[in-house]
């Protein structure tokens, strides 16, 4: 099995993989493997597909999008949405660095994550960002603790976990009762209440997250509903909501899966909350995967190719260090030669890493017309991909490029041996006196 997924800025011309205009040969000549490669094509579309359905018709906006930028967070990448108008979802102190160095404003910004830790709270309620996404009662204690000692106010937002039935739609993981995140739906009004209450904590919205990589519209829509039965409820109690942030989670296409398109996506959950009366709120988007993944492929060379009597590996220069998700969670990504060359017989691989691990693979099964030295591209890496590499085995993590129509611009430089160990520290021996 090989299916290549639909993609905007790479193309074959049958021999040869390009990124916009230029080979991602010539790509693997100036920058070296292993290298994340995207497009700015791809990055703009995939946003822009968003912002189409983010306005009422008369012109004014109902929805924002916010970047969950834990799914890719170059500097590069963050600007380019920066510039595009979006905000960002993000889950630590370092996300939050990242966006203030490229200048966000920390009015675009919300804060979830299920830890805050006192130094992340003080940080964020100092610059003052739109919202924190609050995902249990004794961080709503923390938050408004800290604002009073601040002397500040924070804006807050409850992550309901609206536990929709894992039977009916077994891809939601984040969305159901026995899983760590958010408030459990039948505590939400009690802990509004307390939140009304408190002196350092000002209500601003609603949140949810049900999980990543679905394909489907309807968890969202029952998700919506329930949500949209509590802000009714807590109107009735005198809260009052400025914004509905729905989260992300809106699946793509890494082998032969049909998730809605973009657009039709958000118009279909917008339409929903406006039908039901609930158009006067800022709704928030919360994607990661479907706007970073497509637009980026990792670019790998092979080392060695190592026949075996049931199983032929393809040894490559790229390993679970630089791409978790298929020896994490089993991942199937599309694997192509840069070039096809067709002398050589087609055989059956195992696409696999140097790292001295069984689970380091990065594809099995393929059927590739290779010899060592050849080019392959992993296609659909661009979210979850440098984002989570590591330095496992003691490896520099790769590369990131961005390509323009016929310009590679180098955005995150290979990491060098020496800053492997930059930050380490030998034992000085206790000198005898
Ligand atoms: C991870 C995450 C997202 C983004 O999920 P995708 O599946 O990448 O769209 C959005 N919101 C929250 C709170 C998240 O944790």
Redesign the pocket.
Same mark, same amino acid.
């Given at each position: 099995m090989n299916l290549i997924p639909p993609l905007t800025g790479f193309s074959t011309n049958h021999h040869e993989w390009f990124v916009e205009d230029i080979s991602l040969t010539d790509i693997a000549k100036e920058f070296n493997t292993p290298t994340y490669v995207y497009s700015l094509e791809a990055l703009t579309t995939a946003f822009m597909a968003y912002d189409k359905a983010c306005f009422r018709k008369d012109g004014s906006r109902r929805a924002n999008i916010h970047f969950?930028m834990?799914?890719n967070s170059n500097l590069a990448i963050l600007d380019i949405f920066n510039r595009l108008g979006a905000g960002f979802?993000l889950?630590s102190a370092g996300e939050l660095a990242r966006v203030m160095q490229i200048g966000v404003n920390p009015k675009k910004c919300v804060f979830?994550?299920v830890g805050k830790s006192k130094s992340e709270i003080e940080y964020a309620l100092t610059l003052g960002l739109k919202c924190f996404?609050v995902e249990s009662i004794p961080e709503l204690y923390r938050i408004n603790q800290i604002a009073g000692q601040l002397g500040l106010t924070a804006n807050i937002s409850l /992550?309901v976990n609206p536990d929709i039935d894992a039977k009916t739609h077994p891809y939601i993981s984040?969305g159901l009762k026995d899983n760590k995140f958010g408030i459990a739906y039948e505590d939400v009004i009690p802990t509004y209440m307390i939140a009304q209450q408190m002196p350092h904590c000002k209500i601003k919205g609603v949140d949810c997250?049900i999980?990543?990589?679905?394909t489907d519209t309807q968890p969202y829509i029952d998700a919506l509903n329930r949500i949209l039965g509590l802000i009714t409820e807590l109107q009735d109690l005198g809260i009052t909501f400025e914004h509905l942030d729905i989260?992300?989670?809106?699946g793509i296409v890494y082998a032969d899966e049909s998730p809605p398109h973009i657009t039709e996506f958000a118009n279909t959950l917008l339409d929903h909350i406006e039908a039901k009366g609930f158009g006067h709120l800022e709704v928030i988007f919360?994607?990661? /995967?479907?706007l970073v993944g497509n637009a980026g492929i990792l670019l790998t060379e092979i080392e060695y190719l190592k026949p075996g009597e049931t199983k032929n590996f393809c040894i490559v220069n790229a390993a679970m260090n630089d791409l978790m998700r298929p020896s994490m969670y089993e991942a199937y990504h599309a694997i192509v030669a840069v070039k096809s060359k067709e002398n050589l017989p087609v055989r059956n691989y195992d696409v696999v890493g140097p790292v001295c691990e069984s689970g380091d693979w990065l594809g099995r099964d393929r059927d590739l017309a290779v010899e060592p030295g050849d080019l392959l591209a992993i296609l659909s890496a661009g979210?979850?991909g440098a984002s989570m590499s590591s330095n496992y085995n003691s490896r520099g993590r790769a590369a990131e490029v961005i390509v323009n129509k016929a310009q590679a611009h180098l955005v995150r430089e290979r990491e060098s041996i020496a800053d492997l160990f930059s930050k380490e520290h030998i034992i000085k021996p206790a000198s005898n006196p």
């Open positions: 969950a834990k799914s979802d889950v979830s994550g996404n /992550r984040t997250h999980g990543s990589q679905i989260g992300g989670g809106l919360e994607p990661g /995967r479907s979210a979850y």
